[in-house]
């Protein structure tokens, strides 16, 4: 899920795994590893990666494909 979400939200930002990397401080290794679910970063990684996308936390962590309602 989480791989998912970065991928299409760097993909929107016409960023490379290289160009997040540098923005963000988080290693491009560790991207790679994140958008194709071998590795799940720690909380640390997931702010960086969002500020840098400039997206809500919420947004990489929650699957895109299932609405939220409200009761």
């Known amino acids: 899920m989480i791989g998912d979400n970065l991928k299409r939200l760097r993909r929107a ?3 490379s795994q ?14 790679s590893d994140v958008e194709n679910n071998l590795y799940t970063p720690n909380i640390k990684k997931i702010v960086a990666l969002a500020k840098t996308l400039n997206v809500d936390v919420n947004e990489l962590l929650t699957d895109e494909d299932k609405e939220v309602t409200k009761s």
Do not use: A
């Open 18 to 31: 290289i160009d997040l990397s540098k923005l963000s401080g988080v290693s491009q290794t560790t991207i």
């Open 13 to 15: 930002k016409n960023y």
